[in-house]
């Protein structure tokens, strides 16, 4: 079956340390996003890429990274930069055009 | 910057009641819109998806209408259900299709 996979589910980070979350889809989607969910919030956009090799910033982006060197994968990096990483973060895909939007599981950040 | 968002806050009905929810977006330049539904903890799934061009959409017991003039855009859903009990998120694209902006949700406790 088609979908998102994103691990890991649960990622715990030291203060000072990067970490990379992985998404990877067989969807064959052109566009790919990164989402953060704080409770009780809406979705915000880190960022988002619409082809292979190429990636835009999203309302969020600043203490992340992210590359798209396959059309299936789309890792985002948090970086020490991040001040607040504590989050739920969500990756999507889609065609070009928004249709077919699907997430997946999510993974779930906490900095100890 | 579009802004979106959604009224009630949190719904808690009987089972069997018909209920509706609402969405409002500030720039009606939008390319579509669509509900989303997030249980606890786990990603999103699209429930429907209305074009610019189009007024309301069904699946189910599901209707989702789009009045773009007025910047709004509601939810039926009819006979409601325990397994109903969710967080219902809308979000508009911008005129591309390519990015949407999400608002913050509706939750919603369905009573047996």
């Known amino acids: 079956d088609g979908g998102i996979t994103q691990s890991p589910k649960y990622l715990f980070r030291k203060e000072g340390q990067n970490v990379t979350l992985s998404c990877e889809q067989n969807l064959n989607h052109d566009a790919m996003y990164w989402y953060r969910q704080d409770p009780g919030q809406g979705l915000r956009l880190i960022y988002y890429?619409?082809?292979?090799?190429?990636?835009q910033k999203g309302d969020i982006a600043e203490g992340y990274s992210v590359s798209r060197e396959k059309k299936e994968s789309f890792p985002l990096t948090v970086t020490s930069a991040q001040k607040n990483p504590t989050a739920f973060y969500l990756c999507?895909?889609?065609?070009?055009?928004?249709?077919?939007?699907?997430f997946g599981s999510g993974t779930r950040l906490t900095v100890v | 910057k579009q802004e979106v968002t959604q009224i009630p806050a949190a719904l808690s009905v009987p089972e069997g009641e018909n209920l509706v929810l609402n969405c409002s977006f500030t720039?009606?330049?939008?390319?579509?819109l669509q509900w989303f539904r997030q249980d606890p903890g786990k990603g999103l799934t699209s429930l429907l998806l209305i074009q610019s061009s189009q007024r309301e959409q069904t699946s189910g017991r599901l209707n989702a209408s789009l009045d773009k003039s007025s910047g709004r855009s509601t939810l039926y859903i009819a006979a409601s259900q325990p397994g109903d009990s969710a967080t219902y998120l809308c979000?508009?694209?911008?005129?591309?299709?390519?990015?949407?902006?999400f608002g913050p949700g509706t939750r919603l406790s369905v009573l047996p």
């Open positions: 979000a508009a694209s911008d005129n591309y299709g390519q990015n949407f902006v």
């Open positions: 999507a895909s889609s065609t070009p055009t928004g249709y077919g939007y699907t």
């Open positions: 890429s619409q082809i292979v090799n190429d990636f």
């Open positions: 720039d009606s330049a939008i390319y579509n």
